[in-house]
Structures are given as C-alpha cells and as structure tokens.
C-alpha cells in the first residue's frame, strides 16, 4: 500500500504554523551532508515529504539541483512560495514511493521528518530505482530533548494533550531502527545538537504545527492553550522558552 490519503492529508490547516514555527536544522548537519557526499553543481539532490520548505531552503543554498516532492497542497503552496527565489529547486506534488523521477537520476535522498509517513516495501524499491549507484539516502530527525525541567513538563503536557501521540511515536519508531533498509553494512549515524529560544506565540505555534495535537479548532483547544500558558509562565524566564532538539542523521547507500 501506497502512502495513504490519510497520511498526507494529516496536516491540512497546519500548514501556516509548521511553516512560522517548526524548527530548521543545524548548519553542521548540512556541511557535513554537502561534503560527505561530494556534490556539486552537477549533482542532483530529491527531498521526499518536503512539507513547507524548511529544510529545502537549505539544501537550495547548495550549487545541485534540487527537486522537493510534497502531497499535501497546502504544504506545497506554502513551499512554492518560499522556494520561488531559487532557480535551481523545483517541487512537485508526488509521493516517495512513486516520484515519477528516472531511473538512476538522483545523487542523493533527504527525508527530514516525514520518513515515517511513508510506506517503507514501496520506498525502498523507489529509492533503490531512482538513486545513481553510489547515492546515499538521508534520514534526519530533529527529536525533542527532554532534559530540562522544562521540556520534560513539556512532554507530559503533549501526552496529556495529544490526540494519537503513541501511533505517531510507534511509526517514528521504525526511523530509529534502519539496519534493513540501507545497504549492509552503508548505514552512518551521526548526531547533532540544536537550541532553539521561543515566545510564548512561538511556542503555541510549533505545539499547534504538531499533527497529533488538537488544532484550534478542536473542542480541547481552550484548555490546552490555558495549560500550556501556565507551563511557559512558570519556566520561561524574560518571556523566553528554550527547546533543543537532537538531531539524528541516518545515512547509507541502498
């Protein structure tokens, strides 16, 4: 089975708060992905679940050619807006496991946080078919820390909240154990760090851009802006909130 409609349509209405308040990824993890793999102007680099454009702003600061692929259309609005600047990215509104792409014409795969939304049979047999012989795929994830008093009060609040947070958890589980979908032997790890300093708004916002959280117009929405206006008051300090991430990259040829 394809990725499902259900899995694509997941983050309709969310698509302006993903866009204001998720994350970006640490400069080190981009270095270090741009020069690990030697790419260059002729290279050609495929993003899969590109959402918004976060992370495809990035990699179009690289000289490749960069093709992002997002299903939902109001992600992929918000990300053909943000990536009209740069000539040498293109998006399309296809999935990872039938990117309509050529065979062997991908220098490498990034998938940053939409791994687990794909059906894993599907996508490796197209990673397998569009990725040039010696492409590598990337898997990031930036995974919440919860260290601080603060971020571990923060996960209680999700889990209080949440609407399916454990069937989101168990399918971004399979994206912590990927020794069979690489190559033998190919797969890296690598880990980077990530802080990130936010306003109350800032927060709400990135709480509300989570697809397992009740959006604002869900009947707890009152209540889980109130509890998470307490829990911010009580730890942020000058009005500011930190929230690291880590940032774990897979990496590995198919």
Same mark, same amino acid.
């Given at each position: 089975?394809?990725?499902?409609?259900?899995?694509?349509?997941?983050?309709?209405?969310?698509?302006?708060?993903?866009?204001?308040?998720?994350?970006?990824?640490?400069?080190?993890?981009?270095?270090?992905?741009?020069?690990?793999?030697?790419?260059?102007?002729?290279?050609?680099?495929?993003?899969?679940?590109?959402?918004?454009?976060?992370?495809?702003?990035?990699?179009?600061?690289?000289?490749?050619?960069?093709?992002?692929?997002?299903?939902?259309?109001?992600?992929?609005?918000?990300?053909?807006?943000?990536?009209?600047?740069?000539?040498?990215?293109?998006?399309?509104?296809?999935?990872?496991?039938?990117?309509?792409?050529?065979?062997?014409?991908?220098?490498?795969?990034?998938?940053?946080?939409?791994?687990?939304?794909?059906?894993?049979?599907?996508?490796?047999?197209?990673?397998?078919? !569009? #990725?040039?012989?010696?492409?590598?795929?990337?898997?990031?994830?930036?995974?919440?820390?919860?260290?601080?008093?603060?971020?571990?009060?923060?996960?209680?609040? !999700?889990?209080?909240?949440?609407?399916?947070?454990?069937?989101?958890?168990?399918?971004?589980?399979?994206?912590?154990?990927?020794?069979?979908?690489?190559?033998?032997?190919?797969?890296?790890?690598?880990?980077?760090? @990530?802080?990130?300093?936010?306003?109350?708004?800032?927060?709400?916002?990135?709480?509300?851009?989570?697809? @397992?959280?009740?959006?604002?117009?869900?009947?707890?929405?009152?209540?889980?802006?109130?509890?998470?206006?307490?829990?911010?008051?009580?730890?942020?300090?000058?009005?500011?909130?930190? #929230?690291? @991430?880590?940032?774990?990259?897979?990496?590995?040829?198919?």
């Amino acid at each position: 089975m394809s990725q499902d409609f259900r899995n694509i349509d997941r983050f309709n209405l969310r698509a302006n708060n993903y866009d204001k308040y998720r994350p970006s990824y640490p400069q080190a993890l981009l270095d270090f992905m741009f020069e690990h793999n030697s790419l260059n102007e002729k290279s050609v680099v495929v993003e899969l679940g590109a959402g918004t454009g976060i992370l495809t702003q990035e990699l179009a600061k690289w000289p490749c050619k960069v093709i992002a692929i997002e299903p939902n259309n109001e992600m992929r609005e918000r990300a053909s807006k943000a990536l009209s600047q740069y000539a040498n990215c293109v998006i399309t509104s296809t999935t990872a496991e039938h990117t309509g792409l050529m065979d062997r014409s991908a220098d490498m795969i990034v998938c940053a946080q939409s791994f687990h939304w794909f059906d894993l049979t599907e996508a490796k047999r197209e990673f397998k078919r !569009i #990725l040039t012989n010696k492409g590598k795929a990337a898997i990031i994830w930036n995974i919440r820390s919860a260290e601080t008093p603060f971020e571990k009060a923060y996960e209680h609040f !999700i889990r209080d909240f949440s609407i399916d947070y454990a069937e989101v958890k168990k399918r971004e589980s399979r994206g912590n154990n990927l020794a069979d979908f690489f190559k033998r032997h190919s797969l890296e790890e690598h880990w980077f760090s @990530y802080d990130t300093q936010l306003t109350f708004k800032q927060l709400l916002g990135r709480t509300l851009s989570y697809s @397992y959280m009740p959006n604002e117009d869900h009947e707890s929405a009152i209540r889980m802006k109130a509890a998470l206006k307490a829990l911010f008051d009580q730890y942020s300090n000058n009005g500011i909130i930190s #929230l690291s @991430y880590k940032t774990k990259l897979f990496m590995g040829m198919m």
